[in-house]
């Protein structure tokens, strides 16, 4: 059975920083997009960041864009989310999920578009 297992939220006061994991279990990364998803209390998920395998193309959401980093890698069937410069309004529980299609400008932000989710980690910014 395939598993994504996030790990690394906590809570962080305004400004600061976090790095979360995404690890693969029974499932090889290399050819996957990788992307991160968040969900606060009461609204829909929303797309953060994508990663495609070739390392080169991301993607980021607006409101995250300039402050979060989106990286891989494939040795270590794992992808991370570093993410700085945080605000209350990034509070939510943050998923990693892969899909073995490319990620797009025109698909990355969509649930839809990934086959394979993590459970979850919560991020909470407060003072």
């Known amino acids: 059975q395939v598993q994504l297992v996030e790990s690394g939220g906590g809570l962080v006061q305004p400004g600061g920083s976090l790095k979360l994991s995404c690890a693969a279990w029974?499932?090889?990364?290399?050819?996957?997009?990788i992307g991160w998803f968040r969900q606060a209390p009461g609204k829909e998920r929303e797309g953060v960041s994508c990663i495609n395998s070739d390392y080169g193309s991301t993607y980021y959401s607006d409101s995250v864009k300039g402050r979060f980093t989106i990286s891989r890698d494939n040795a270590e069937n794992a992808a991370y989310l570093q993410m700085n410069s945080l605000k209350p309004e990034d509070t939510a529980i943050y998923y990693c999920a892969a899909r073995t299609g490319p990620c797009s400008s025109g698909n990355y932000y969509s649930v839809l578009a990934y086959d394979y989710w993590g459970q979850g980690t919560q991020v909470t910014v407060s003072s």
């Open positions: 029974r499932f090889g990364l290399d050819y996957s997009a």
